[in-house]
Structures are given as structure tokens and as C-alpha cells.
């Protein structure tokens, strides 16, 4: 059974710090993962998504993860935090058989000015 | 370029009422979700359809029924509201299978008394 872990339910940063997100997967299959942004009062955002064909997945608005087979992680990272970054984010893995999403308890980043 | 859609945006419901949820997408999706979304427990999966016509059995079921009468709707049901059913709702679409991302909309914020 596929399920995911994110590992810090709050994370603070200051402005123009980096961002880490983390997340550990359990799969019985080479997984899909994504990361999800959500703002207050808005619908789900895809970030990015990993389906096996690079280690390394850029997304959008500057955030990139790493997908780690041995250490069974997805962390989320960005260089340089901005205060429109503030918001939950959801690690997700997809089940193969299905496409259904497994959700992460999801993590809350705060940027402070 | 609406994506998916979500009526209504809030609704207030007595305990034992019903009512239902209307959510439409204008991609052509085959796939279409519900979840619900409670402080702390991410997204749970209600019902879910994989074709006009189908439904089927999420994570949380129960107190619920679903339709999908046309491709780009899917109907979600409350038949007898409870407290227990307070909660934010999301539909999501997607093409299916296992490295599709799903399309959110903004959410149905329903609270029963």
C-alpha cells in the first residue's frame, strides 16, 4: 500500500531564506509523486510531479524536489523563500492502479518579513 | 478557462437535511473525485468515478452518494446532513491513471448545525 509521511506539520523561514519541505513515501511500486500548494481559501495547486524520469523535478514558481529511491524521501526545496510562498503543502503519492491520490497530513510554511 | 467548478462556494445546513454538490469540468476528463478536507487530516477521498456512469467507494463513504450522469459532472449527496459532515469539500479531475496530476476546484465550505 502506497501512503506518504511529511515530517514537520509547521515550518518557519525567514524572507529570501531556503525553504525545506520534507516527505517520505512508503510504495510497493516505483511511485508518482507530487506536491501540492494550497493558499488559504483556494483549491489545490499542482508544484511538481515525479513519474521516473529524473531524480531532480523543477516546478513552478521556483520550487524543485529531489525523489531519493534509497532514503525513500521527495523533499521539497526553493532557495529563496518569498511571503506569496506562505501556505500548506501536500506531498501526495498516486496509486498505480487507480490514479487515486494518497495524501500527506500536509505542512504549513510561515515566512516572516 | 474555468477548470473545475465548484457550486456552491458555502452552504449552511441543518442536521438531518439534504443537499447536493454540483461539480463541472470543461476538460474532457475521464476521472473525477471527491474529497473532504479536515484541520489536520489532509484530503480524504469520499467517491470517485473513472467514466461517465461509474462511481466508486473512496477512503470515507459513508452518509454520501454520488452521480455521474454526464462526463463533465459529478454530484455529490448528502442525504441526511450530520454535524460530523462539517467540513471542506473538493472536487478534482484528471485524465486518469497513475502519473496524471487532478485539476482542483476552490472548494465547498459546508457546515452543519
Known amino acids: 500500500a502506497q501512503s506518504v509521511t511529511q515530517l514537520d506539520s509547521h515550518v518557519s523561514v525567514s524572507e529570501g531564506t531556503p525553504v525545506l519541505l520534507r516527505c517520505n513515501y512508503s510504495?510497493?511500486?516505483?511511485?508518482?509523486l507530487f506536491w501540492y500548494v494550497q493558499h488559504p481559501n483556494k483549491g489545490l495547486q499542482l508544484l511538481l510531479k515525479?513519474?521516473?524520469?529524473?531524480?531532480l523535478v523543477k516546478g513552478i514558481n521556483g520550487f524543485e524536489a529531489e525523489f531519493k529511491k534509497s532514503e525513500t524521501s521527495f523533499h521539497l526545496t526553493k532557495p529563496s523563500a518569498h511571503m506569496s510562498d506562505a501556505a500548506e503543502y501536500f506531498c501526495?503519492?498516486?496509486?498505480?492502479?487507480?490514479?487515486?491520490?494518497?495524501f500527506g497530513q500536509g505542512t504549513t510554511l510561515q515566512v516572516k518579513p | 478557462n474555468a477548470g473545475v467548478t465548484q457550486t456552491p462556494k458555502f452552504r449552511v445546513l441543518k442536521t438531518g437535511q439534504s443537499m447536493t454538490l454540483l461539480c463541472a469540468q470543461d476538460?474532457?476528463?475521464?476521472?473525477m473525485y471527491w474529497y473532504r478536507q479536515d484541520p489536520g487530516m489532509g484530503l480524504r477521498l469520499i467517491h470517485y468515478?473513472?467514466?461517465?456512469?461509474?462511481?466508486a467507494k473512496g477512503e470515507v463513504p459513508d452518509g454520501y452518494n454520488v452521480s455521474r450522469l454526464k462526463k463533465q459532472n459529478f454530484l455529490l449527496g448528502l442525504e441526511s446532513a450530520a454535524p460530523s459532515q462539517t467540513s471542506v469539500y473538493f472536487c478534482?479531475?484528471?485524465?486518469?491513471?497513475?502519473?496524471?496530476?487532478?485539476?482542483f476546484g476552490d472548494g465547498t465550505r459546508l457546515s452543519i448545525l
Open positions: 510504495s510497493s511500486y516505483s511511485p508518482s
Open positions: 468515478s473513472v467514466g461517465e456512469g461509474t462511481t
Open positions: 478534482a479531475s484528471s485524465w486518469g491513471g497513475n502519473n496524471q496530476p487532478q485539476h
Open positions: 476538460m474532457n476528463h475521464e476521472y
Open positions: 501526495v503519492v498516486s496509486d498505480p492502479n487507480t490514479g487515486k491520490l494518497i
Open positions: 515525479y513519474t521516473s524520469a529524473a531524480t
